[in-house]
């Protein structure tokens, strides 16, 4: 089973700083056809998931462009240019090219 | 407006079962696949099954093969999951997610609110 490891586990933050969270997968996460299925989620404290980034660098409906996603194979990095409150949760990767797995979660907090 | 409506959880005894369902509205429901993702309580999002547009494919976490099956009414736009020989370790709050497909692979574009279920004597 491939298995996502998240670090930092959690970040603290000031309003206005730049942060990056990696997503690091125990398989390449490229297939066949050379498509790359690495996404993104955001959970807001007692809030549902909701998508950030898609195929690792394409933002998701209404995601403001502070976001951003790169990375390749086994590597992969969500960066936030400059968090703001309502940034504050918990982050998730989540890879599809075999079934479906979730990174541990990284929780971003005000420092 | 896409709206994912989860029911049918609560407390339930360990070996017993249980019949989740999702509502959904705001899109045409036979167009794309869905999904159930848990969490356990303070703990992280694992997925749970996949179903395809027509229902025709199925994939399930190894944990929960044979006995969890996942099932959809596209006619009633209605996602279900039913549970049997539930465990404790089933207990979490269950998401119903809509299953976007881009290139080959479902990814999860929008999440219900959650229903949890409790597996306790």
């Known amino acids: 089973d491939v298995v996502l490891t998240q670090t930092p586990s959690t970040l603290s933050a000031t309003i206005g700083q730049s942060v990056s969270i990696s997503c690091r997968s125990s398989?390449?996460?490229?297939?066949?056809?050379?498509?790359?299925?690495l996404y993104w989620y955001l959970q807001r404290p007692g809030q549902s998931p909701q998508l950030l980034i898609y195929?690792?660098?394409n933002l998701g409906s209404g995601v403001p462009n502070r976001f951003s996603g790169s990375g390749s194979g086994t590597d992969f990095t969500l960066k936030i240019s400059g968090v703001e409150a309502e940034d504050l949760g918990v982050y998730y990767c989540?890879?599809?090219?075999?079934?479906?797995?979730f990174g541990g979660g990284t929780k971003l907090e005000l420092k | 407006e896409v709206q994912l409506v989860e029911s049918g959880g609560g407390l339930v005894q360990p070996g017993r079962s249980m019949k989740l369902s999702c509502a959904a509205s705001?899109?045409?429901?036979?167009?794309?696949?869905m999904a159930w993702v848990r969490q356990a309580p303070t703990k992280g999002l694992e997925w749970v099954a996949t179903i395809s547009y027509d229902g025709s494919s199925t994939y399930y976490r190894d944990s929960v093969k044979g006995r969890f099956t996942i099932s959809r009414d596209n006619a009633k736009s209605t996602l279900y999951l039913q549970m049997n020989s539930l465990r404790s370790e089933d207990t979490a709050t269950y998401y119903c997610?809509?299953?976007?497909?881009?290139?080959?692979?479902?990814?999860?574009?929008?999440w219900g609110q959650g229903v949890m279920v409790t597996v306790s004597s």
């Open positions: 989540m890879q599809a090219t075999h079934a479906w797995t």
């Open positions: 997610t809509r299953g976007k497909r881009q290139k080959f692979r479902y990814y999860f574009d929008y």
């Open positions: 398989q390449s996460l490229l297939d066949s056809a050379g498509n790359t299925y």
């Open positions: 195929l690792v660098s």
């Open positions: 705001g899109f045409t429901f036979s167009n794309y696949g």
